[in-house]
């Protein structure tokens, strides 16, 4: 239901990428996270408001690690569901890590051990900021030009990321101007809730409201079942 009702996106990557310091900041939540193998051994879900009314579930999942045993990969299959479950993944991975590479392989192999390497991605360089110079830095922008580069825990690049994930979660925005019988009480709920309104009025019959909707939100609210009309496409 909750994925039904949401966009939701997981944090996967290698142990001690700084995965849950990242669940932690961009939730407020209180999730322990430290310096050691397997420090989250559970999924934790959370709700993540990217503003203008936008608001997806963020999940934490299990660190990988290299060569992980196959009957622990079983018994991780359920924590690691969120990864298969979700409709984008963020890869989170230390650039400043020497054995980056190689824990970027290792990713990769355990995303297609659970069938879930075809989902939408976004990898990010996480501590950036413990890097020495730019060089290292360069070569990565050279290999995934689409690469996000961040901290954590400063807060660099952030704001950029929540960006992407909204234009996937949205799946692009439309400005609209919708007519709503007065009736359809949940779907003028479900335009305060999930649109950003620029103009409200109303006659004895209808509310008709200017927003800017992400075509996904517009699909969802059509999916619903409610009645109303678009009255004018803005540019």
């Known amino acids: 239901q909750r994925n039904a009702d949401f966009y939701t996106v997981g944090i996967v990557g290698y142990t001690n990428a700084g995965k849950s310091t990242m669940f932690n900041t961009l939730t ?3 999730v322990y996270a430290d310096d ?3 420090a989250t051994l559970d999924t934790r879900t959370r ?3 990217l503003g203008s009314g936008d608001t997806v579930m963020l999940s934490d999942t299990v660190g990988f690690v ?3 045993p196959h009957h622990l990969v079983a018994s991780f299959r359920a924590t690691l569901e969120e990864a298969v479950e979700s409709d984008l ?3 989170v991975m230390d650039v400043s890590d020497p054995k980056v590479d190689d824990h970027l392989d290792t990713v990769h192999e355990v995303l297609k051990s659970i069938d879930a390497d075809d989902k939408p991605q976004l990898l990010l360089l996480n501590k ?4 020495r110079d730019n060089s290292e830095l360069l070569l990565w922008r050279n290999r995934y030009p689409e690469a996000l580069e961040i901290s954590a825990l400063t807060g660099v690049g952030l704001d950029q990321l929540v960006e992407e994930v909204r234009k996937h979660a ?3 925005s439309e400005n609209l101007t919708l007519r709503i019988p007065l009736s359809e009480g949940k779907a003028i709920n479900f335009l305060e809730t999930r649109a950003t309104v620029h103009e409200r009025d109303y006659d004895t019959t209808c509310a008709i409201m200017t927003v800017t909707i992400g075509k996904r939100q517009l699909d969802q609210l059509r999916a619903t079942g409610a009645k109303f009309d678009i009255v004018d496409t803005n540019h």
Do not use: E, H, M
């Not at 950036?128 to 890097?131: F, N």
């Open 28 to 30: 407020s939540a209180k």
């Open 36 to 38: 050691k193998l397997f």
């Open 47 to 49: 709700k993540w408001a």
């Open 66 to 68: 290299r060569n992980l």
């Open 89 to 91: 993944l963020l890869i």
């Open 128 to 131: 950036c900021d413990l890097l």
């Open 170 to 172: 949205t799946g692009g």
